[in-house]
C-alpha cells in the first residue's frame, strides 16, 4: 500500500514479512535540533528487528520526537535526544515504540518495567547496564527504561550500546493506564504516557507535532476517555464494553466517598486550606481546574497540519538586585512639606518598595498605604477624617452591640458569624506576645473589629482567614479604629480572594502559571508531569498573602512592599514565583511525586527569609521586563499593558496559550450555537476526524 500524509506523519498501510535483519522504513527526514536544517550525515533511526517469519505492519510513524534529557531551564543540544515514534502492529499485538535516530541495535528487546520479566531482582547486574544520568530529568521518571537481560551470546558485528540507545522503550497499547497531554504554551508540546504498574514512560517532546495525529491513531486500539477533571488526561480502556463499564467507577473518583478533601474544598477552601493543608492528597490535584461550562473537554477540532510546536521567550540574563535599608523617622520628615503634607510621593514611595520601614514609622506610614490617610492631605484635613472615620465606626459597631441575645437567636447570618469570628481569633497568632494569654485585650480588638466589619460589607461578612489579615495591622496600629479603616483597605485589595465564586483565586493561579511558565519552562513541564501544573499548593500563599509562610516581622515588611503598588499590580505572584525558583532544584533533582511537593511546600513555613524572596521576586520582574519580545498577556499581569477586554464575566481558570503577537479577541460564538454539556466522560472519535479531514 501507498503511505499518506497525516499531519506531518507517515501513516502506513505496509505490511511486512520479516527475516533479521531487516528495518522499519526510515522517516523521510531526519530530526533536528530546534528546527535546524536536517543533514545529510544525520544517521538512521533505530531499525526494530524481528524473528522469523513474524509479521510486522508499521500503521504510524512520526520523526523530530526528542527526549530531553535535562533538569535545566534551557535545554542544551547534548541533552535533547532525536528520534522516531511509531505504531507498530506485531503479530497478535500493537506496541508503540520510540528509538534514538542514530542508535542501532534490538530495539525490541527494550522493555520498560521496574521488575525483571522472569520476577527476579530489577536491580541490574554488571551485565545489564543501566543508564543513570545522575539526575531525575524533568518529567520525574518514576521507572527506569534499561535492556532486557540477555543470556545468548550478542550478535555478531553488532554495534556496541551507548548511553543513548538505552532510552529506547517499546511498550505494548494494552499495558497503557493513561495519557497526558501538555498544556497550549511555550514549551514543545509533549505527552506522558502511564503504565498499568504505575510508572511513567519518558516524556516525548514534540518539536515538530503531531500530538493530535498520535492519538488519533491510538484511538484506532483504545478508547481514550477524557478525566471529568482534567481534560489534558486521558484514561485508556480496550475497545471493550464490558472492560469499560467495569472501569467506569475510576472516573468517579471526585464524585463519591473518596471526594471528602475535595469536596470540602469547593464547599469551603478556605478551613479546608488552613486546617488539612498538609494532609491534602491526590485528591486535591484538578479541584481548582473544572471544565468551563458548555465546554468539551475532549481534543479540540482541528486540521491535520495544524502546527503543534511551541516557542520558547528568550529571556535575558537575571540582573543583580539590592535591597535598600528600611525608611527611617528622619527620611519620612524630609518628605513631610508646609500644612504637613507629603512631599515627592513617588520617591518615598519607591523607597519603601525598595527597603520597607523601620519599625517606629509603620504607625503613620501604613495609614497612607493602606488608603486610610490621603498622600496629598494636609495634618489638619487628615484630623478631620480621622474624626469623622471614629464616629463612622461607632455607629456600624453599635448595629450588632445592640442587637439583643433573643434577636440573634431568629438572626442566624450574624450569629453563625460571631461563632466564626470568636472561633478563628481565639487561634490567632496567639504565639505573639501581644495576642497571648487567656484575657488577653487584643484578641477583643479583633473580635469587635472583625464583627464590624460584616456590618460595613454585608455582602462579603466574614470568612476564615480574614483575622489572619487584620492581625499584623492591629499589632502595628494598635488603635482600634485605626486598625479597622487600614483593614478595610487592605480588604478592597484582596475582598475578592474570599468571594464564594473563587474566580479570582483561579485567575490568579492562571497566571502566576502564566509568569512560571515564561520563567522556567521545565519547572512547568515537571509539576505538570507531576499532576501538580495547577499550583493548588499556592492557593494559601495568594489566599491571605503569605501570611502562615513568613514569620511574623517578616511579614510586616513583605505587606508594606507589597502595598506600594510597586513595581506593578501583581508583585504578590512574582514572591510566589521567586519562592518556587529558590526550590526548582529541591523539586526537580529529589523525583518527587504530587504529594511530596505538596508536602515540601507546607514544610517551607517559617524557613524562608523575606529579603532573599523580595530580591528574587524583583531581578525575575526586571527579567521579564527586559524582554523585548514578551507575550501581551504576561505584559497585562505585569502591568505594562492595559487588559483586553473581558469576553465573559467569569474570568478563565487557567491562563491561554501564549502569545508574543497582541492578538483581538475571538468574536463570541453564535447565537444559535448549541452548547455541549459537561459530561463526565468523553471519548475520543476512532475515524470520523480523519474521514472528515481527509474530504
Known sequence: GLGRDYGGSRLQGDTYHLAPPTELPRPSSSPAHFGSTPSSTTPPPAPI???????????????????????????????????????????ND????????????????????????????????????????????DWAVISTVRPRPRHSEPTRGAEPSSPRGSWAFSVSLGELKSIRRSKPGLSWAYLVLVTQAGGSLPALHFHRGGTRALLRVLSRYLLLASSPQDSRLYLVFPHDS???????????????????????????????????????????????????????????????????????VELGPRPAVERAPPVTEEEWARHVGPEGRLQQVPELKAR?????????????????????????????????????KTDEYFRMKLQWKSVSPEQERRNSLLHGY???????????DRTNKFYEGPENPGLGLLNDILLTYCMYHF??????GMSDLLSPILYVTQNEVDAFWCFCGFMELVHRNFEESQETMKRQLGQ??????????????????????????????????????????????????????????????????????????????????????????????????????????????RQLTACRELPHNVQEVLGLAPPAEPQSPSPPA???????????????????????????LEILPEEEEEESADS
Not at 512592599?561 to 514565583?577: E, I, Q, R, S
Request: charged share 25%; proline share 10%.
Open 49 to 91: 528487528s524481528s524473528p522469523p517469519d513474524a509479521w510486522l505492519a508499521v500503521v504510524f510513524e512520526k520523526g523530530g520526537v526528542y527526549l530531553h534529557t535535562s533538569a535545566k531551564k534551557h535545554q542544551d543540544p547534548d541533552s535533547l535526544i532525536a528520534g522516531v515514534i511509531r505504531v507498530v502492529e506485531k503479530d
Open 94 to 137: 500493537v506496541l508503540l515504540h520510540w528509538a534514538p535516530v542514530e542508535e542501532a541495535g534490538d530495539s525490541t528487546q527494550i522493555f520498560f518495567s521496574k521488575k525483571d520479566p522472569s520476577g527476579g531482582d530489577s536491580c541490574p547486574s554488571e551485565e545489564e547496564p543501566t543508564f543513570d544520568p545522575g539526575y531525575e530529568p
Open 242 to 312: 464490558s472492560a469499560l463499564s467495569n472501569s467506569f467507577h475510576h472516573l468517579q473518583l471526585f464524585d463519591q466517598d473518596s471526594s471528602n478533601v475535595v469536596s470540602r474544598f469547593l464547599q469551603d477552601p478556605y478551613s479546608t486550606t488552613f486546617s488539612s493543608f498538609s494532609r491534602v492528597t491526590n485528591f486535591f490535584r484538578g479541584a481548582l481546574q473544572p471544565h468551563p461550562e458548555g465546554a468539551s473537554p475532549d481534543l479540540p477540532p482541528a486540521p491535520d497540519d495544524e502546527p503543534e510546536p511551541g516557542f520558547e
Open 352 to 388: 519603601i518598595f525598595s527597603g520597607g520601614l523601620s519599625p517606629s514609622l509603620r504607625r503613620e506610614a501604613w495609614k497612607f498605604l493602606l488608603g486610610y490617610l490621603s498622600w496629598e492631605g494636609s495634618a489638619e484635613e487628615h484630623k478631620a477624617h480621622v474624626r469623622k
Open 418 to 428: 460571631r461563632s466564626l469570628i470568636e472561633r478563628d481569633v481565639s487561634r490567632t
Open 459 to 464: 455582602d462579603l461578612g466574614y470568612v476564615q
Open 512 to 621: 502566576l502559571l502564566l509568569l512560571l511558565r515564561v520563567l522556567d519552562p521545565p519547572l512547568c513541564d515537571f509539576l505538570d508531569a507531576q499532576d501538580s501544573g495547577s499550583l493548588c499548593f499556592c492557593f494559601r500563599w495568594l489566599l491571605i498573602w503569605f501570611k502562615r509562610e513568613f514569620p511574623f516581622p517578616d511579614v510586616l515588611r513583605l505587606w508594606e512592599v507589597l502595598w506600594t503598588g510597586l513595581p506593578g499590580p501583581n508583585l504578590h505572584l512574582l514572591v510566589a514565583c521567586a519562592i518556587l525558583d529558590m526550590e526548582r532544584d529541591t523539586l526537580m533533582l529529589s523525583g518527587f511525586g504530587s504529594n511530596e511537593i505538596l508536602k515540601h511546600i507546607n514544610e517551607l513555613t517559617m524557613k524562608l527569609s523575606v529579603e532573599d524572596v523580595l530580591t528574587r521576586a524583583e531581578a525575575l520582574y
Open 654 to 680: 487557567s491562563p491561554l496559550p501564549l502569545s508574543p503577537a497582541r492578538a483581538p479577541p475571538a468574536p463570541p460564538p453564535p447565537a444559535d450555537t448549541v452548547q455541549q454539556p459537561d459530561s463526565s
